[in-house]
């Protein structure tokens, strides 16, 4: 503490030995290097925005959003929520982050193009804006389903003549429509297809179901215009999209398990199933308590017969016995028809059941046994894990590859920002410099021509000065010697005198010693008076 107070002690007696002019100097140099200082390091930080999108709705822009906010992307929004705006620098690799991602918003415009119309607009402009805003109106109807993320719809609508005659035959050309859907993760189902047709033939004029074609961004057919189409797809790429639904569906719910633990990106989870799409029937019959309809029993003896009768249940009946007993042999017979209870059971197996299911899940760094066995047990609980038909599930801890993240492209015209960037810094650096060494070079001029302009003055006023000097050598030998000299003329003579010198002298100590020598001139004044 005692080497610190010290220079800082140090420190303050040179501040205050400095002239007032010196002083001055190292205050603007100071502030100058603050503010050049800052003036690079705010250009250097500062976020220059630039639009990203513009003419947004709502929705668009509330997607938008969310999605900058989950990557880290400072924003600003203006024209009342409109428009968004990113860091210049990253504009170009954050559209391509949403497109990869299919956030681009629906630029679609409906009937709104006619509100920039004018008087100068021909019949075929007219026209074209037509197709266009109906477009677009189409569009913005079929996003709104819930099961389609973007559309893109084409329409082909012939020229009308005036010389088509319905009557003989000669009417115009159907209109065609292609339509293109980006499905969510949930696909669409058959009906929304049929609803998507519908609205379309109803929208466009003289445009019949037939000449409708839609397909999703896959490449997929979903609709081709003949009657019984509109299945999502073919059977096995139905069968094959039911199946990773419901992989991904497992998958989710194990990641609401584990993710909460372990963290978002350090679980990793795949699920294969091996599922049967055969339908299967089968009918069963079952026959339960009999009941007697009708019997009927013969015998015979030596030729004479003796029948015996009954009918319904034998409970109920009397029997009639006719014959005699004459005879030394005899047979029978006994026929007995029952009345039965039918049990008919149909049975139809609806394709889709699981033959065998193998499951892996990967935890960012490693577990230990115990966990592994807690693992196992919530994963198979939520995924419904059935040893007796083969299922298979592992869990394993592996550390995860770092990578950094990169920038997807740099542009030539990112780079030559960059260096204007540098060399704006670097010439506010000089410009800076040379200020200062501007304000220092005038300040210093000031002062020597001053100290001339004094030296002149004093050089006129020689002679009255002498008396002075001599009775105030006389009077303050002790005060006459200066302590230091710190100053000295700018201009000095060649060869100085004595009267020179004391003259000299004498200057110096008016300046150390003004009110003394202000005193002592009243003195004199006082004495002449009397005199």
């Known amino acids: 503490m005692g080497k610190v107070a010290a220079f800082f002690s140090g420190l303050k007696e040179k501040w205050q030995d400095q002239s007032r002019i010196k002083k001055i100097i190292w205050i603007l140099a100071i502030l100058s290097i603050l503010f050049v200082s800052g003036t690079v390091y705010y250009l250097n930080t500062r976020v220059q925005y630039d639009v990203l999108f ?7 822009a509330g997607t938008i959003a969310d999605e900058l906010k989950q990557e880290n992307v400072p924003y600003k929004l203006a024209d009342n929520g409109q428009t968004i705006m990113v860091d210049k620098t990253q504009v170009d690799q954050v559209r391509i982050q949403l497109a990869e991602d299919n956030k681009l918003p629906n630029s679609s415009q409906g009937f709104e193009l006619f509100d920039n119309s004018n008087v100068m607009t021909t019949d075929a402009d007219r026209r074209i804006m037509y197709q266009r805003a109906l477009t677009g109106e189409l569009e913005k109807a079929i996003d709104a389903l819930s099961e389609v993320q973007t559309s893109k719809v084409m329409l ?36 929304a297809v049929q609803g998507i047709v519908a609205l379309t033939a109803g929208a466009v004029e003289n445009l019949d179901q037939q000449h409708i074609k839609v397909v999703d961004s896959q490449g997929n057919v979903l609709f081709n215009g003949k009657k019984g189409s509109g299945s999502l797809v073919s059977a096995n790429d139905k069968y094959l999209t039911i199946k990773q639904n419901y992989e991904k569906s497992l998958q989710k719910k194990i ?5 909460p633990i372990y963290g978002k990106k350090n679980v990793e989870v795949s699920i294969n199933l091996d599922m049967n799409f055969d339908s299967v029937k089968n009918k069963t019959v079952t026959y339960n308590n009999p009941q007697i309809r009708s019997e009927k029993t013969d015998s015979e003896t030596n030729g004479n017969t003796t029948q015996n009768t009954q009918t319904g249940e034998a409970n109920n009946n009397a029997s009639n016995q006719t014959g005699n007993n004459n005879g030394a042999s005899q047979s029978s017979s006994r026929t007995v028809n029952n009345e039965l209870n039918t049990s008919t059971t149909d049975t139809i197996r609806a394709p889709g059941s699981i033959n065998r299911m193998t499951t892996s899940v990967i935890i960012a760094d490693g577990v230990s046994g115990a966990d592994r066995k807690r693992i196992r047990k919530l994963v198979s609980a939520a995924i419904g894990y059935n040893q007796g038909r083969g299922d298979s599930l592992q869990v394993q801890g592996v550390n995860f590859a770092k990578h950094n993240k990169k920038p997807h492209h740099t542009t030539k015209k990112h780079k030559k920002s960059s260096n204007w960037n540098i060399w704006a810094y670097i010439g506010l650096g000089v410009a800076a410099l040379v200020l200062i060494g501007t304000i220092f070079f005038l300040i210093m001029r000031f002062r020597r021509r001053r100290l001339e302009e004094e030296y002149e003055d004093y050089e006129d006023e020689t002679a009255p000065t002498a008396d002075v000097t001599a009775d105030a050598a006389t009077k303050y030998p002790e005060e006459q010697k200066p302590e230091k000299e710190d100053k000295e003329p700018l201009v000095k003579p060649a060869k100085p005198s004595k009267e020179q010198e004391l003259n000299k002298r004498t200057r110096e100590y008016a300046k150390e010693n003004p009110e003394e020598v202000a005193d002592l001139l009243k003195a004199w004044m006082k004495e002449d008076n009397k005199g």
Do not use: Y
């Open 255 to 259: 990641h609401s398990l584990l993710d």
């Open 54 to 60: 513009t003419g947004l709705s709502e929705g668009d």
């Open 156 to 191: 082909v609508t012939p020229k009308e003549s005036v010389f088509a005659d319905s009557d003989n035959g000669d009417s115009s050309k159907p209109a065609k429509a292609s339509i293109v859907l980006t499905l969510k993760s949930s696909g669409i189902s058959n009906q």
